[in-house]
């Protein structure tokens, strides 16, 4: 499986990004998209840590408590694309944001139940 993420750019602390992954790498729909799907992020100096997750058909999502209710993670299957809407950036949002491919296609907060990952778009938040 190979991710590409996108969306990523400057804005201003208050204003909104919309993330996306693009999919790839599988032969049909329904084995490209039949996993659980995640964003993480990595501030400077930080460790990467867990923002959002989403499983195969949408109905179950988890969120870093840091991002609940300005964040909205779904997936669009057809178009074997995730996003990843945010609201209310925050500076401490400023971070590298990766998507990544579950393991099963239930949704999970740990990056050990992801094995492929895109490589990361730059979200910077200015005050």
């Known amino acids: 499986v190979q991710l590409q993420a996108s969306g990523g750019g400057l804005v201003q602390a208050g204003l909104s990004l919309r993330l996306s992954c693009v999919v790839s790498?599988?032969?049909?729909?329904?084995?490209?998209?039949?996993?659980?799907m995640g964003w993480f992020r990595q501030a400077p100096g930080k460790e990467r840590e867990f923002v959002a997750s989403?499983?195969?058909?949408?109905?179950?999502?988890y969120y870093a408590d840091s991002v609940k209710d300005r964040f909205r993670i779904s997936r669009d299957n057809f178009k074997n694309e995730v996003y990843l809407q945010m609201d209310s950036l925050k500076p401490e949002d400023t971070a590298v944001y990766y998507c990544?491919?579950?393991?099963?296609?239930?949704?999970?907060?740990?990056?050990?139940?992801?094995?492929?990952w895109g490589q990361g778009t730059l979200v910077t938040v200015s005050s």
């Open positions: 989403i499983n195969w058909n949408g109905a179950s999502r």
């Open positions: 790498g599988r032969t049909t729909s329904n084995r490209d998209m039949g996993y659980g």
């Open positions: 990544a491919a579950g393991k099963t296609p239930m949704a999970t907060t740990t990056d050990t139940g992801f094995d492929s």
